[in-house]
């Protein structure tokens, strides 16, 4: 018979039952989690506990030249690596990673990434680090930030804290980037943490639905009502 639908009609009891045997789906929702690439920043292999492994797939950066965002074997929650932030080497500066997603308008985001102290360089007044979520337009015009918490100098080198931000992508928004950040105010070159395990979410809107698909609505009424399987 092909695609079309073959009408089966039983009269049981004054119940009028049509089954189509050819099953009727629903166009999926978008997908709406891009992949985070790297996320545990096992790339590239460190061989050395310094600061010159720029984590693959992630773009670092920072205000002032010679400051870098590194890979290292030196502490992990998970894995053989983590990514170092040490202090900017000036003041009132900062450095810090980012990696682009696409985004659907309106589709709900979130970015967690777990972060702990170094016993021997902790985090001193005035320096903190922090998650957040950059959108953008189609042109790559920043339209807004969503910020996440920050940590500062009670930041424990003993365990490993989860950092989380969220939000929804806005009207216009194609894309978005996951940003962790290091800002130092007055004291340079003091205090270093690391990241590890980041983790990225995505979800439609709350008030998305999606439509029944009828055979499933049928397999259920037959299975609650098993005298209309019989001839």
Request: glycine residues 8%; negative net charge; contains cysteine.
């Amino acid at each position: 018979m092909g695609n079309r639908m073959k009408v089966l009609s039983v009269l049981t009891g004054g119940i009028l039952v049509v089954v189509s045997p050819s099953p009727v789906y629903c166009e999926p929702l978008p997908a709406a989690v891009p992949e985070l690439l790297n996320s545990g920043f096992e790339s590239p292999e460190v061989t050395e506990n310094d600061n010159c492994f720029p984590p693959e797939n992630w773009t670092c950066f920072s205000s002032k030249p010679g400051d870098k965002v590194s890979c290292s074997a030196k502490a992990k929650r998970t894995g053989l690596q983590s990514l170092v932030f040490k202090a900017p080497s000036l003041a009132n500066a900062f450095e810090g990673a980012s990696q682009e997603f696409a985004v659907t308008p309106t589709y709900h985001y979130g970015f967690t990434a777990y972060v702990t102290g170094d016993e021997s360089d902790r985090l001193g007044a005035g320096s903190f680090g922090q998650v957040h979520i950059e959108w953008r337009n189609a042109n790559f015009k920043e339209i807004t930030m969503t910020y996440g918490p920050i940590w500062d100098l009670n930041l424990s080198p003993k365990r490993w804290e989860r950092f989380f931000v969220e939000g929804d992508a806005p009207d216009g928004a194609a894309s978005g980037l996951v940003v962790i950040m290091f800002y130092s105010k007055n004291n340079p070159g003091n205090g270093t943490f690391y990241v590890d395990d980041c983790e990225f979410t995505g979800s439609p809107p709350k008030n998305a639905s999606v439509r029944a698909d009828p055979r499933n609505r049928m397999t259920r009424f037959l299975e609650t009502n098993p005298n209309l399987r019989k001839p």
